[in-house]
């Protein structure tokens, strides 16, 4: 299965960092193009990168050469480098298709209406063979295919075969924090995504150094479907009083041998991440044993979203 020759990231957080990273020095995905529409978050992650990849020279899993090449593969675009500083708001998608993107891979905030937006102006600009992937955690990959087919414009309905040729394309491809160290890519066919798309995404993820597992589009698929119940349970029991934080993640660290507690880990993902999550869950099944704890929503309320903002469960 041919690779990419050009991939777009869209989102330099943890996650697009991450995925921008393995697609250049794994998978050596000729040209990364990595989009953000906040340039600061862009140079923060490339900083992040240059980090990752100096360690991995000093202890000499890669030679300098390999983390230059990785480096030039990649190519960093924000609203100030892009036409859209001109007040148009989708200039950053035009140029991601006029560089020839042929693989994305959407790793935005965990929110419906953004990830929607960035899936419009994605068809509105890119080639009709472009594989449009997400990223996400927890969201529909049929809803963003749906979203994608209304980028084409009014003229064109979901179930028209130009809709259905557009949703075909669109799939998602989850990747785990921190991306460079997890093993795991779940990929994840919405309900029209074709048996090509699925196969493309899989041999991204493949040559990305991922083992590949494969989930239906339910609301947080197998992986969020199982862990968040988990981590809103540890916040549950902190909330209650059962335990102190350091006892209950103790508790799972040597009682269970995981790597991290759980409340060190919600703080890793993100306090707000696991909030976007957990609403979607609960929200898409309308099943209460997905409700998120009140604790966890007043957290988030505080700006307390874990590792990334200095403070969660844990001070950073
Ligand atoms: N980015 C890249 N590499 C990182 C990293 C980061 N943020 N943090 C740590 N690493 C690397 C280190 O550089 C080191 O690499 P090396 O072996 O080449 O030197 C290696 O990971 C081990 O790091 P440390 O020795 O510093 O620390 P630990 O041994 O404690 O491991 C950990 C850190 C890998 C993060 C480990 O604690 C762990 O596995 N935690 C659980 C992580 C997890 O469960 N992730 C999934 C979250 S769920 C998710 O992402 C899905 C989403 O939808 C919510």
Redesign the pocket.
């Given at each position: 299965m041919a690779l990419p020759r050009t991939l777009s990231v869209i989102g330099a957080g943890?996650m697009g960092i991450?995925i921008a990273l393995v697609a250049s020095l794994r998978a050596q995905i000729p040209k990364v193009l990595l989009y953000d529409r906040d340039p600061a978050q862009i140079t923060k992650g490339l900083a992040f990168m240059d980090k990752?990849l100096e360690?991995?020279v000093s202890?000499g899993?890669i030679s300098e050469e390999q983390a230059k090449a990785a480096k030039e593969r990649i190519i960093s675009i924000s609203h100030s480098s892009s036409s859209s500083k001109d007040g148009d708001e989708s200039g950053w998608a035009r140029e991601l298709g006029e560089r020839g993107t042929d693989l994305v891979v959407e790793a935005a905030s965990e929110r419906v209406s953004i990830k929607e937006s960035i899936f419009r102006a994605l068809t509105q600009n890119l080639s009709k063979d472009a594989v449009l992937a997400s990223n996400t955690?927890?969201i529909s990959i049929t809803k963003l295919a749906g979203a994608a087919v209304d980028g084409l414009g009014a003229g064109v309905s979901r179930a028209s075969e130009e809709g259905k040729a557009c949703a075909g394309r669109v799939v998602g491809v989850?990747?785990?924090?921190?991306?460079?160290?997890?093993k795991l890519c779940e990929v994840i066919p919405g309900l029209q995504t074709s048996e090509s798309t699925l196969e493309k995404a899989k041999a991204f993820a493949v040559a990305c150094g991922k083992e590949v597992t494969t989930s239906k589009d339910v609301p947080g698929f197998v992986?969020?479907a199982l862990?968040m119940p988990f981590l809103n349970e540890a916040i549950m029991c902190l909330e209650s009083g059962t335990a102190t934080r350091d006892d209950i993640d103790k508790t799972l660290r040597l009682g269970m041998g995981h790597?991290?507690g759980p409340l060190q880990?919600a703080d890793?993902?993100g306090l707000d991440?696991?909030l976007a999550?957990q609403e979607t869950l609960y929200e898409g099944t309308r099943d209460s044993k997905y409700r998120p704890s009140v604790l966890l929503g007043r957290m988030v309320d505080a700006g307390w979203l874990g590792k990334k903002s200095g403070k969660g469960f844990y001070d950073y």
């Open positions: 943890q991450g990752l360690k991995d202890k899993k955690s927890s989850h990747f785990f924090n921190p991306v460079p160290v997890m992986s969020n862990l790597p991290m880990l890793f993902i991440t696991c999550i």
